[in-house]
């Protein structure tokens, strides 16, 4: 059965850094993109950052562009958010997702088919 499990989410001061991590088990997700999304209250789920199978070639939404950071570990089946100079709009839930095809990379929900259940990232102001 595949799992995947975020980790790493908190409460943090604006202008604070968070490591968010997701641990896929039950399959090796190395020849796919993996992808962070983020769902406030209230607000549809949006894209935040994906990185293809090899690592080559990331992409980012221009509200988290030079403060974000996706990274992958293929040997740990893991991949790591790394948000730094945190904005309280920042604030969300954050899933990790992993896309159904093969060496390609995604911004669109509907390309992503297997979900964590999510981390809470709170930024106060």
């Known amino acids: 059965q595949v799992q995947l499990v975020e980790s790493g989410g908190g409460l943090v001061q604006a202008g604070g850094s968070l490591r968010l991590s997701c641990a896929a088990s039950?399959?090796?997700?190395?020849?796919?993109?993996m992808a962070w999304f983020r769902q406030a209250p209230g607000k549809e789920r949006e894209f935040v950052a994906t990185i293809k199978w090899s690592g080559s070639v990331t992409d980012y939404a221009d509200t988290v562009k030079g403060r974000f950071t996706i990274s992958r570990d293929n040997a740990k089946n893991t991949v790591y958010l790394q948000m730094n100079s945190l904005k309280p709009e920042d604030t969300a839930v954050y899933y990790c997702?992993?896309?159904?095809?093969?060496?390609?990379?995604?911004?669109?929900?509907?390309?992503?088919?297997?979900w964590g259940r999510g981390t809470q990232v709170t930024v106060s102001s």
């Open positions: 997702a992993v896309c159904r095809y093969t060496y390609s990379v995604s911004r669109r929900l509907d390309d992503y088919n297997y």
């Open positions: 039950g399959r090796t997700f190395s020849s796919y993109a």
